[in-house]
């Protein structure tokens, strides 16, 4: 179960990390779904991984970004119409 949980967490970190590769980059904004859900899935993950391990510090910080992405995605405003 160790290799699964190793997989889980590097598909957890590479999600985040993409996320915030592509906005550094100007690829994406903070805003946008897609940068959203990339770090909702990523720290959903790693908050399994933590949970696993009970890494109580780490299960509250993965949570908690989960939590806040998620809370993001869901209040998102639609993009106007353009004019």
């Known amino acids: 179960m160790n290799w699964l949980m190793q997989i889980v967490s590097v598909a957890g970190a590479g ?3 993409s996320a ?10 903070s805003h946008g779904l897609a940068y959203l859900w990339f770090n909702f899935l ?4 790693l908050t ?8 109580w510090g780490f299960i509250a910080l ?7 992405s998620l809370w993001s ?5 639609p ?3 353009a004019q």
């Open 48 to 55: 399994v991984v933590a949970v696993w391990d009970q890494r």
């Open 79 to 81: 993009p106007a119409p």
């Open 42 to 45: 990523g720290s959903a993950l």
């Open 15 to 17: 999600l985040i990390l």
């Open 62 to 68: 993965e949570l908690a970004w989960a939590m806040v």
């Open 20 to 29: 915030f590769f592509a906005l550094q980059r100007g690829w994406w904004r």
């Open 73 to 77: 995605i869901m209040m998102r405003q």
